[in-house]
């Protein structure tokens, strides 16, 4: 069982930018993938982020690539999103997600946090 808690959402000017944070429990950290969604109001869920377990291994949406970077650390077992220059559409609750399929996480991963609100203000 795995429990993860965002933490980082907030208000911010386009333009600006956030880092979110997502802490995961247990000792078995490095053997999930890992990622980031995103829902907008009216819109279905959408990857935005995933990283494999060992860091390597990363892939973004194509609405994000050059501004976003997902990173994990897996000796304090969280993984982040450094966002940058946020644009209005980024506006969303962000879930951070784990598999111990790199596949999987990106379809219908086993585990989510309760989600972070991001609003980006024009």
């Known amino acids: 069982q795995v429990q993860l808690v965002e933490s980082g959402g907030g208000l911010v000017q386009a333009g600006g930018s956030l880092r979110l944070s997502c802490a995961a429990s247990?000792?078995?950290?490095?053997?999930?993938?890992m990622g980031w969604f995103r829902q907008a109001p009216g819109k279905e869920r959408e990857l935005v982020a995933a990283?494999?377990?060992?860091?390597?291994?990363?892939s973004y949406a194509n609405s994000v690539k050059g501004r976003f970077t997902i990173s994990r650390d897996n000796a304090k077992n969280t993984m982040y999103l450094r966002m940058n220059s946020l644009k209005p559409e980024d506006t969303a609750v962000y879930y951070c997600a784990a598999d111990n399929s790199f596949l999987q996480l990106k379809f219908a991963p086993a585990y989510w946090g309760q989600g972070t609100q991001v609003t980006v203000s024009s």
């Open positions: 247990g000792r078995t950290f490095s053997s999930y993938g």
């Open positions: 990283i494999g377990g060992s860091g390597i291994a990363t």
